[in-house]
Structure formats: C-alpha cells, structure tokens
C-alpha cells in the first residue's frame, strides 16, 4: 500500500510524523507513527534521529527494521547544548529596585537551525529572571556556526539563562550595596504580579523559598570555613502542552464523555 508503520520513543509524535513526511516526501495519511514509553526525554526525544533511515531500508528490504544506537553512537549522533552568549544592561533605582532590562541573546545552533530558534525564543524570556521589572526589551538571535547542530537538552535554554541572569543579579546587588538574597527578596514575583509577556500568576513560591533560605540556614549571621563560601540563585520553566497533539472527544449515551488523545506526557503535564 505504500504506508510504513514506525515505532519510535518520541516526545513529540504528530511533530515527528510531520517530519518524517517532509523528509521522505510522504503524505502524512501514509505514515503511521506509534510513540513507544518515552522513559527519559528531556529534549533529546523531540526530533527525528534514526526514523528516516529506519524506513528507507525497511522499504528496501522490505522488512521490518529496527535500530538500536549504542551509547556511543547516541553521543554522537544525538544533539548537544546549544552555547548561549548574553549582553544585560539593568537599570536599578537607589534602593535597590530593578527599573529596567535590556538583553541581547546569541544562540550558536550550529550547522543547521535545529532546535536554535526555540532556544532563543526560551532564552529571550527566561533571560530576564523571575523579577519584577517594569520595563524590559529582549532580542534573541539563532547564529549559523561551522559546527555541530545544537538540540534541546534538559530544559533547553534555560540553564543558560539561569547562569547569566543569576551572575548579573549579583553583580547588580553588589552595586546597591545589598546582600544578594535581600536584593532578590526585594524584586521577585509575587502573587497578582505580571510576567514579562503579559500573563497574570498567581500561586508563586519563591518568596517563600527564599526566606526558608534566610531562616533554616540563618543566612546572615552563618559560619564559613576557609575556602567556603554562600551563594543563592533561583531560576523557572515553563510548563503545559508541547508542540502539536490530538484527540477524540465521544460523549456517550449516558453523557459521560470519552477522550483517545495521542499527546505524549514527557514531564510537564500534557
């Protein structure tokens, strides 16, 4: 008939199915793709790897073909980090409060776009820091680079933001002359506060693991050994629905409803 059947442990199935079609210039109707248990994803499962060649020699054997990749093929073959460059400018008032926030943000995608532009996208807004700003301006650029193309890894993007937005944080501290817990108590989220995009949230923990911080560790007053030292950071992810998805909503004679839906749960609630 045409049609291949794949079988693949997948974040993404419809997005996969989408992209075996492009590239084996397939309709879509003639590919049918069933996600196996995802067991750890976390990026690494979100795009094409081994499908495309899995199905060309099944069609020239016409057999079933299966692919294992041993750790070392994966570590090869598979996508690494992308490397982040980050340019911030903060405006602070005397006391201490962030007025404003400029950000210029180079993703190094490597030889092809890959997953460059979503972590760019992700950088441009987790950049900023959970912190009460006013006014804020963030460019993220994708850059082509001779090298290997970059994926998503673990939250992609956001390590990376975390490290330049926690490290400028300090350094902004330092400047109004605060300790730098006190300065993040001062700026955080809190509850009825809007995100940098607009959105309202509630239900925010951060003040309140803060000052478990401040409290449980007696911040001020702790007792450091030669070459020791305290540090405090905080960072955020986003959470709900990724990429495409589907399902069958049936309401049934006694008006209970039934849902078959094809989204895939790799972590942070489909």
């Not at 419809?14 to 003639?30: A, E, H, N």
């Not at 210029?104 to 900023?128: E, H, Q, R």
């Not at 300065?183 to 949230?201: E, P, S």
Request: glycine letters at 12%; hydrophobic letters at 40%.
């Amino acid at each position: 008939s045409g049609a291949v059947t794949v079988w693949s442990s997948t974040q993404t199935p419809f997005g996969l199915r989408y992209s075996l079609s492009k590239v084996l210039k397939m309709p879509l109707d003639k590919i049918r793709l069933i996600g196996t248990h995802t067991g750890g994803g976390f990026g690494g499962k979100l795009y094409l790897t081994v499908e495309p060649a899995c199905v060309l020699l099944s069609k020239k054997a016409r057999r079933p073909v299966k692919i294992n990749l041993t750790r070392e093929e994966e570590l090869v073959a598979t996508n690494p980090r992308a490397a982040v460059k980050f340019w911030t400018k903060t405006g602070l008032s005397r006391d201490g409060r962030i007025i404003a926030r400029r950000m210029k943000i180079f993703v190094d995608a490597g030889a092809y776009a890959g997953s460059g532009p979503a972590v760019a996208n992700m950088t441009a807004f987790l950049g900023l820091g959970p912190y009460r700003i006013e006014n804020v301006e963030s460019e993220a650029y994708t850059i082509y680079t001779n090298k290997m193309s970059c994926g998503a890894f673990r939250a992609p993007g956001s390590p990376q933001a975390a490290f330049s937005c926690e490290s400028h944080t300090d350094h902004c501290a330092e400047k109004v002359g605060l300790d730098p817990l006190e300065f993040r108590m001062k700026n955080v989220w809190i509850d009825g506060d809007y995100t940098h995009t607009g959105q309202k949230i509630n239900g925010i923990g951060i003040m309140d693991c803060l000052d478990d911080v401040s409290r449980k560790f007696d911040w001020n007053n702790v007792k450091l050994e030669k070459n020791q030292g305290k540090g405090v950071a905080i960072g955020m992810w986003v959470t709900g629905g990724l990429l495409e998805g589907g399902a069958w909503v049936k309401m049934n004679e006694d008006a209970s409803v039934a849902v078959v839906t094809g989204a895939c749960d790799s972590g942070s609630g489909a």
